[in-house]
């Protein structure tokens, strides 16, 4: 019962920073009709981008969100703007294949640069994990918990209640509709794509000191977060919050209770059933 | 002429050529033509982008040479049989993968080629877990009188382009075919290929079947020809993209676009790897993106298209 309960919080615990990168994802689904297969680099960056304020600047790696954010959500401006805005008229296919062609552009670049090393962030603040209810709590996914969720709560806020957050979410759900109305929808898609971009580079920064660092960890993570929007429906993000959670904790309680070995498979088959038999999402809320 | 010209110039090559180097760049061009090819037919002709194609590569690569190394089968009986394995696990992943459409079938392939790593990974007693398999001689191989010796490069070489030879062949084959004219309405239109009477997901299976021989060739000769076989090498998901890659840069749905895009791609690779280490990849993303932005004709395409002698046949036309 306690490695049930401990493996459930682990899962959400992790879960939650897998949340924060399928919403990043799945906001950009549904503006843009865009897969965007190099969201995972996205997280690489960010994870680096705190890897090496805390070395170089000696920034504590939860801080450097704060400024990081803005960074990333700069570059994703930037790179929605300057290349992937004239390679969406030519359909959902070319967008796919030209983040794919980015996604390896960026992975390697970053290899190149930074070497294939594992790396890891060690905290100042040392490294003792909280035991309420005799459930022991790594410190470092605490805070990137807590912050993940207050980040989360913030969007959500920012979603539902201004003016920017409605246009993106009637963008979303009938973009012809949402031009009638006489939004802007190039605008909205230009800074749907900064803010989910910013939110993977937020993610990487809060994963960093929780996993292992190396330049092509975005491979492994953009397919995680494919499986996250899938189960939550694409283009949702209470869906994306709800596919998170659920891939971390089946990942922790596979783990334990099915095997080590085969827990990242499991993610793989649930994906595999879930867009065979429910491709709109398991609370029937996607877009196909 | 072109045909003919081309088959010569493969054929002297190897003659004119001692260089090594140079031989080793054309086995990887021919080599990458089969996958490309392989990639092609599917993603190029019926429009179904397959981000999984590394999985059908890994499967001839094992099975080749665990043949070889288990069963005492030599490669060049063992690569065609890579070959059908990975045509026969082709069917059951496109019944299942084929049920969907546009970037969920992409993000199902992906899925596949991963479980396939972990499978390669996990399954020790078969596959030999990270470790893998390594061939340290190759069996004696009497051609014509002669023994062929396995540490020159023209034995390779051969076997290669007559890989390619196939691979091609059998593509202007398909184009030409009534089930070439089947994938292209797919690609187009998939609800109205199937208005007309095309049973598409049939269409789409035996095309993936086709796909998958050649790309379990290609791995066939992978596992024969670098005689080094483990899960990091041949399911790498990079190889998927590479093979898209040389698909769509040197043309979609035409049937020389492969070699092009090989040859471009190889050797620009090639030319890389030799000042770094890792940075070949590099160069096949911003190609892909050039190429996407700027002709996604691709190479061959737009020749094809600019070329005036060959607009009029185009249909005859490779």
């Known amino acids: 019962m306690e490695t049930f309960a401990q493996s459930l919080v682990s899962g959400l615990l992790m879960g939650s920073l897998y949340a924060m990168i399928g919403i990043g994802l799945t906001i950009i689904f549904g503006v843009m009709r865009i897969i965007n297969l190099a969201h995972g680099e996205m997280v690489m960056l960010g994870m680096f981008a705190a890897f090496f304020s805390q070395k170089l600047l000696g920034i504590d790696p939860f801080l450097s969100v704060l400024l990081l954010t803005p960074a990333m959500f700069v570059l994703g401006v930037a790179i929605y703007w300057l290349l992937l805005r004239k390679i969406i008229p030519g359909g959902e296919l070319n967008t796919l294949l030209y983040t794919a062609g980015m996604s390896l552009l960026v992975a390697n670049v970053a290899l190149l640069a930074w070497s294939g090393d594992y790396r890891t962030i060690s905290l100042s603040y040392g490294l003792a994990p909280m035991r309420p209810l005799g459930i022991a709590i790594p410190a470092a996914l605490a805070i990137a918990f807590a912050m993940a969720a207050a980040i989360t709560v913030a969007l959500w806020l920012f979603l539902s209640s201004t003016d920017t957050g409605r246009a993106i979410r009637a963008t979303s759900q009938n973009r012809e509709a949402a031009i009638l109305m006489g939004i802007d929808v190039e605008r909205v898609a230009l800074f749907t794509f900064g803010l989910g971009t910013a939110l993977a580079g937020a993610a990487g920064a809060l994963l960093a000191p929780s996993l292992y660092l190396y330049p092509t960890v975005g491979e492994l993570l953009v397919v995680k977060s494919f499986v996250i929007v899938v189960l939550g429906g694409l283009g949702s993000v209470p869906g994306a919050i709800a596919g998170g959670l659920l891939l971390g904790v089946v990942e922790s309680l596979g783990a334990v209770y099915v095997s080590a070995t085969y827990k990242d498979g499991l993610g793989y088959v649930l994906f595999l059933l879930v867009l065979l038999y429910r491709p709109t999402g398991l609370f029937g809320v996607g877009k196909s | ?318």
């Open chain 2, 1 to 318: 002429m072109g045909w003919v010209g081309g088959a010569v110039a493969v054929a002297v090559l190897p003659i004119l050529v001692r260089n090594t180097f140079f031989l080793h760049v054309a086995i990887l061009v021919f080599m990458w033509t089969v996958l490309g090819a392989a990639w092609n037919v599917l993603g190029g002709f019926a429009g179904q982008v397959s981000f999984g194609h590394a999985a059908l590569f890994g499967i001839g690569a094992y099975t080749t040479i665990i043949l070889f190394l288990k069963g005492g089968l030599a490669p060049w009986w063992g690569i065609p049989l890579g070959g059908l394995v990975a045509a026969l696990a082709s069917v059951p992943i496109g019944l299942i993968c084929f049920r969907l459409r546009g970037p969920y079938f992409s993000l199902a392939t992906l899925a596949v080629a991963e479980l396939a790593k972990l499978a390669a990974l996990n399954w020790e007693w078969v596959t030999n877990g990270p470790i893998g398999f390594l061939i340290t001689t190759l069996p004696s191989l009497t051609v014509l009188g002669r023994r062929v010796d396995w540490e020159a490069k023209t034995p390779f070489y051969v076997i290669a382009a007559l890989l390619m030879a196939f691979a091609i062949l059998s593509t202007a084959w398909l184009r030409q075919s009534r089930l070439g004219a089947y994938l292209v309405a797919i690609r187009e239109d998939e609800d109205a290929a199937e208005a007309i009477g095309i049973d598409t997901v049939r269409a789409k299976v035996v095309t993936l079947g086709l796909s998958a021989f050649l790309a379990g060739l290609g791995g066939g000769f992978y596992a024969f020809y670098f005689r080094y076989v483990d899960p990091d090498a041949v399911l790498n998901i990079g190889l998927s993209m590479e093979m898209v890659f040389i698909a769509m840069v040197g043309g979609l749905g035409t049937v020389v676009g492969p070699l092009i895009g090989a040859i471009f791609l190889t050797t620009v690779g090639e030319a890389v790897r030799e000042h770094f280490q890792v940075g070949h990849l590099i160069f096949y993303g911003l190609f892909m993106m050039i190429v996407i932005r700027f002709l996604p004709e691709g190479i061959w395409g737009k020749v094809r298209s600019v070329l005036p002698g060959m607009r009029a046949v185009r249909h005859g036309a490779p």
